[in-house]
């Protein structure tokens, strides 16, 4: 267990419909990154959060968003969706991003049908 | 911007071979390196990490060395065993303030008995 808690695990839904995807991070981080990774494209980062703030945007669709609540757990919302969307989504926290490294969630693997 | 190019695999190696897998980089600055390992159906690990120049980064037999004027951060590894089998992810971190990490495309090895 990397400490970093990601729900649901597996997620199937069709095409149009909205999904939630839940990160807790490891106690104590405070910067939560999430990222897509499918077979084609690899690990795309998407966007980062620190103690609640938006730090910095990757390549995310305007049909997905994000935030940070309090508690420091963090959710990506995803809407619209399409088959292409498809993919495994990470959760990583750290402390900082300086030269610590992340830790990473189990993912939560999305199939839109 | 900053980017990690690895080789492609799949790299299929018997069992006790020696492995090598290539990652350069491109970054403004002095960014910190890391490998990351992905075992089926799992999260990203932090196998090792080098944060500055001639740093050699070791874990579980595998080991790196930060070379900043080849700028290149290989993976090696003595002797592989089939446990090894996973796809590994070269890294890097821009140090100062709250930048991303920024991966490659992940090199998938088989170590076969």
């Known amino acids: 267990d990397s400490g970093v808690t990601q729900t649901p695990k597996h997620l199937i839904t069709a095409t149009g419909q909205r999904v939630t995807l839940r990160c807790s991070p490891r106690?104590?981080?405070?910067?939560v990154y999430w990222y897509q990774q499918s077979l084609d494209q690899g690990l795309q980062f998407l966007i980062q959060?620190?103690?609640?703030?938006?730090?910095a945007k990757g390549n995310i669709l305007e049909r997905f968003s994000a935030q940070q609540f309090p508690d420091l757990h963090s959710e990506l919302n995803l809407s619209s969706l399409e088959l292409g969307d498809s993919a495994l989504y990470f959760c990583?926290?750290?402390?900082?991003?300086?030269?610590?490294?992340?830790?990473f969630g189990s993912g939560t693997r999305l199939t839109v049908v | 911007g900053d980017s990690v190019t690895q080789m492609e695999g799949p790299v299929t190696l018997s069992e006790e071979a020696f492995l090598t897998i290539n990652c350069t980089y491109t970054?403004?600055?002095?960014?910190?390196l890391f490998w990351y390992v992905q075992y089926p159906g799992e999260g990203l690990q932090l196998l090792l990490k080098?944060?500055?120049?001639?740093d050699k980064g070791s874990n579980k037999g595998f080991e790196a060395t930060y070379r900043k004027e080849t700028t290149s951060f290989h993976l090696e590894k003595g002797s592989v065993q089939v446990s090894d089998s996973a796809v590994y992810f070269c890294?890097?971190?821009?140090?100062?303030?709250?930048?991303?990490?920024?991966f490659g495309i992940g090199t998938k090895l088989q170590v076969i008995p």
């Open positions: 106690s104590g981080d405070l910067s």
């Open positions: 080098a944060t500055k120049a001639d």
């Open positions: 990583a926290s750290s402390v900082t991003s300086q030269g610590d490294g992340y830790t």
């Open positions: 970054a403004t600055g002095y960014p910190s």
């Open positions: 890294a890097l971190s821009d140090r100062g303030g709250y930048q991303k990490v920024t």
């Open positions: 959060y620190y103690n609640g703030e938006e730090r």
